[in-house]
């Protein structure tokens, strides 16, 4: 993973994808907290990777928010906007998990923009005071509006739940593509 600051010696001519630069993740990551966590904080690894799923994967969203509200409609956010998955989560041992999560939220520590916070087996991901400033400013860019909104619906349905509750609904949901896919494969839409 790259971050914008050290690409400036890299030719103008190699492509350049926003799943492999750091500040792309992080910008979510922080924005997740902000929107779907609790006063600014979220509890636990597991909680905040299957709502970022949630978030990054529109369509199994609306198949989990199906099951567990009632409806078949969709996101009034999602309609129409792009529904692709923009980085890619792989299958680990508690469901979709990104391999890059403790590089970035290292990376937002050391930026001082998040605490993490070991609570008995569990870890809290809280903003700190500039990391509410700095989540303010990012929602504020237009750039970010698709994923607020997407941030916003996610946290309706399953900001209330636990990361085991979450966890266990997408092994239910999606045994052929999250439980019974080999342990780091990429999970497909």
Known sequence: MKSLSRLGTQPA???LAADDILEFHAARLLL????????????????????????????????????????????????????????????????????????????????????????????????????????QRLAERPSFEPLIARLKTVKSVFGAKSGTYLKDLIYRLFDAEVGKREMGRVIQK
């Not at 609306?62 to 409609?73: E, G, H, I, Y």
């Not at 041992?93 to 990376?107: C, M, N």
């Open 13 to 15: 001519s190699l492509p």
């Open 32 to 135: 997740l907290v902000k929107i779907c966590g609790t006063a600014g904080r979220i509890d636990g690894l597991t909680k905040m990777a299957k709502l970022d799923f949630f978030t990054r994967y529109p369509d199994f969203f609306d198949v989990a928010r199906a099951a567990v509200s009632k409806t078949d409609a969709p996101d009034a956010a999602a309609v129409g906007a792009d529904r692709a998955v923009e980085a890619s989560m792989v299958r680990h041992h508690y469901g979709p998990w990104d391999k890059r999560y403790y590089h970035v939220l290292a990376h937002l520590e050391a930026k001082q923009l998040i605490t993490v916070i070991k609570d008995k087996k569990s870890y809290q991901i809280s903003l700190t005071a500039l990391g509410r400033e700095s989540t």
